[in-house]
């Protein structure tokens, strides 16, 4: 099993340019996550997905889309992409909780972005 | 104040050691609790869960403390290969994973 895979690993963007971000996991889990993690900063989620067809906000979701047509499958956007947005961007998928209990998350590599 | 705080770090110890790491929440209402390990430049895994009645695994020991609100993680015998950045996870039900910035340890010859 692959686990969590990411597209790209690295990318560099010119501020106002867009892209999409790819996150596939071939565990079979509901849930999924994208997180950006800043020096200092810890890991911030962006957005997340309980089941295909859902997503959700999290604590830093402007500036950013999401999509999950596929269960394995959770897209991020950046739409307009500004310098605030350089970051290393993580997805993540668990199992659904039970008694709604989170369980761990598996990380993907990670994607490094650079917004010039 | 953050939701989750951490020891800032980073922690020099020598091959050998034990070190010991806190981590503090906000939210009384916080249900589960993990510690996550980070090498630099990958991604988080789970290095441990965090038992009410404390647990261990080898030379890594969690415990909880809910009444003062904190987590710490002991690590004894200190390897090279422990050098990393160690992150305290807290959530809640139906709430997502908060995540501490991060502890960095650095386990010299």
């Known amino acids: 099993n692959a686990g969590v895979t990411q597209t790209p690993k690295f990318r560099v963007l010119k501020t106002g340019q867009s892209m999409t971000l790819l996150c596939a996991q071939d565990m079979n889990h509901e849930y999924m996550y994208w997180y950006r993690q800043d020096p200092g900063m810890g890991l911030r989620l962006i957005h997340y997905s309980v089941g295909e067809g859902t997503t959700a906000k999290g604590e830093v979701p402007d500036g950013y889309n999401v999509s999950r047509l596929k269960k394995q499958n959770f897209l991020l956007g950046l739409e307009s992409a500004a310098p605030s947005q350089t970051s290393v961007y993580f997805c993540?998928?668990?199992?659904?909780?039970?008694?709604?209990?989170?369980?761990?998350?598996?990380f993907g590599p990670g994607t490094r972005l650079t917004v010039l | 104040r953050k939701e989750v705080e951490q020891d800032p770090g980073p922690f020099n110890v020598p091959e050998g050691a034990t070190v010991a790491f806190n981590c503090t929440y906000s939210?009384?209402?916080?249900?589960?609790f993990f510690w996550y390990r980070q090498d630099c430049r990958k991604e988080p895994k789970l290095l441990m869960s965090?038992?009410?009645s404390g647990n261990e695994d080898g030379r890594f020991t969690a415990q909880l403390n809910r009444a003062s609100q904190y987590i710490s993680l002991l690590i004894r015998d200190s390897k090279l290969s422990d050098s990393a950045t160690y992150l305290c996870v807290v959530t809640r039900y139906g709430q997502n994973f908060v995540f501490g910035p991060g502890t960095r340890l650095s386990v010299l010859p």
């Open positions: 993540a998928s668990s199992y659904s909780g039970t008694s709604g209990i989170y369980n761990e998350q598996f």
């Open positions: 939210n009384s209402a916080s249900q589960s």
């Open positions: 965090v038992y009410s």
